[in-house]
C-alpha cells in the first residue's frame, strides 16, 4: 500500500482480555516500530523490527507485551490479560533502512480497555 | 543513551507572529532530528529532518530549524503563524545507524490567536 496501516483503528476489549493489533508497513521498508501514545504524551518507544528480528525491545512495559513479524513485513503486537492501564494509542511506523531516513506512522490504533 | 526535552508543553502566539518551539537533545553520538507534526486524531507527519550537512533545514509550510551542536539544540521556527498551523509538535532523535530506535520528546501542542 501507499502508506503503513493499521488495523482495527479502533478496540474496546474488557480488562483481562487478550488483544492483538496490526501493523502492515509501506512496501520494502526493513525497519518496523511500535509506540504507545497517552493523551497529552509523546510516542513512547516500545520495540524496533530490522526485517524479521526484534533489535531493540527495551521499550516494552512488562512480560504481558509481545510483539512479531514473522516474515520481515506484517507486524503484530499481543498484549496479555489487558489492564485498564494499557489504554492509550498504538502507534506503527516504518523506514527504509538507514538511520537517515525518516519514519512513516500509520492513523494509529486506539485501545480501550474497560 | 538518548533523550529530547521539549520546553514549553503548550505554546500560544497570534497569527501573523513568530513561531518558536525548543528542542534540547542529549546524545553519546552524533545524532539525526527531526520534527514531527501531529493533526488531532491523525498519525504523525514528518515536518524536516537533520542528518549532515547545513545545518539550518527547511522542511514543509514554511518550518525551519537549526541543528547547533554547542547548544544541543534542533529548535523550530516560523516567521509567521497561520490558522492551519495549530497541531501537537514532536521533537525526536536518531543514532547514525541503521539499527537505531527514534526516542520522541513529550510534545509542544501549539495554539494560534486570531
Known amino acids: 500500500g501507499a502508506g503503513v496501516s493499521q488495523t482495527p483503528s479502533n478496540k474496546v476489549t474488557e480488562k483481562g482480555k487478550y488483544v492483538e493489533l496490526r501493523c502492515d508497513p509501506i512496501?520494502?521498508?526493513?525497519?518496523l516500530y511500535w509506540y504507545r501514545q497517552s493523551l497529552g504524551q509523546g510516542p513512547e518507544f516500545l520495540i524496533y523490527?530490522?526485517?524479521?528480528?526484534?533489535?531493540?525491545d527495551s521499550g516494552l512495559p512488562n512480560d504481558r507485551f509481545f510483539a512479531v513479524r514473522p516474515e520481515g513485513s506484517v507486524s503484530t503486537l499481543k498484549i496479555q490479560r489487558t489492564e485498564r492501564g494499557d489504554s492509550a494509542m498504538y502507534l506503527c511506523?516504518?523506514?527504509?533502512?538507514?538511520?537517515?531516513?525518516?519514519?512513516?506512522f500509520g492513523q494509529g490504533t486506539r485501545l480501550t480497555v474497560v | 543513551a538518548q533523550s529530547v526535552t521539549q520546553l514549553g508543553s503548550h505554546v500560544s502566539v497570534s497569527e501573523g507572529a513568530l513561531v518558536l518551539l525548543r528542542c534540547n537533545y542529549s546524545?553519546?553520538?552524533?545524532?539525526?532530528l527531526f520534527w514531527y507534526v501531529q493533526y488531532p486524531n491523525q498519525g504523525l507527519q514528518l515536518l524536516l529532518k537533520?542528518?549532515?550537512?547545513?545545518?539550518l533545514v527547511k522542511g514543509i509550510n514554511g518550518f525551519e530549524a537549526e541543528f547547533k551542536k554547542s547548544e544541543t539544540s534542533f529548535h523550530l521556527t516560523k516567521p509567521s503563524a497561520h490558522m492551519s498551523d495549530a497541531a501537537e509538535y514532536f521533537c525526536?532523535?536518531?543514532?547514525?545507524?541503521?539499527?537505531?530506535?527514534?526516542?520522541f520528546g513529550s510534545g509542544t501542542r501549539l495554539s494560534i490567536r486570531p
Open positions: 511506523a516504518s523506514r527504509r533502512t538507514g538511520g537517515s531516513t525518516e519514519a512513516f
Open positions: 512496501s520494502g521498508h526493513t525497519a
Open positions: 523490527f530490522q526485517g524479521t528480528g526484534a533489535a531493540d
Open positions: 546524545s553519546s553520538v552524533p545524532p539525526y
Open positions: 537533520y542528518t549532515t550537512g547545513a545545518t
Open positions: 525526536a532523535v536518531s543514532q547514525i545507524s541503521s539499527a537505531s530506535k527514534i526516542i
